[in-house]
């Protein structure tokens, strides 16, 4: 096999082995993003499997000499010869040099959208706690505990009533 095919199959096969398939799936919300989800997964799996059994293997040796009883040596050489001569270029990577600073530059990117988005959760966690407090204590809270805890109100309705603003 090629240098750059078993390269190809190896970091394939890397990458089957440090994706995190279920936590991924656990974040999905709707049907329709698990559907995808699942045709993503199963297309990975399909290219990675060919990767693992077409490019991993290394094509048997030609048997020259086989040829050469049943055909005739001038022919079997002739077409050794020219095997013997083909020269298949290496493959020189060019695209992940070009690409790799701007994917190294998403993923930190992605680790800052990450980390506020958990700051969002925790606070909106916390907001959802409080409005489920004020929701069971609501029908026998009195106007004086709801103030207590928003004091900004009991202001600005003082402030009103002083200024004799009823709204209107």
Sequence with gaps: MSGAGKKVADVAFKASR???????????????????????????????TQLQTKFSQEPEPIDWDFYRKGIGSGIVDLYKEAYDSVEIP?????????????????????????????????????EIVGVQEISKKLSTMTADEYFEKHPELKKKFDDEIRNDYWGY
């Design 18 to 48: 440090t994706i995190d398939w279920e936590g991924m799936a656990k974040v999905l919300v709707t049907d329709e993003a698990r559907r995808e989800f699942s045709n993503l997964r199963r297309a990975f799996d399909e290219v990675n």
């Design 90 to 126: 290496k493959y020189v990577d060019n695209v992940t040099p070009e690409y790799k600073p701007k994917f190294d530059a998403l993923l930190v990117e992605l680790k800052e959208a990450e980390q506020k988005s958990l700051k969002e959760s925790e606070r909106l966690e916390k």
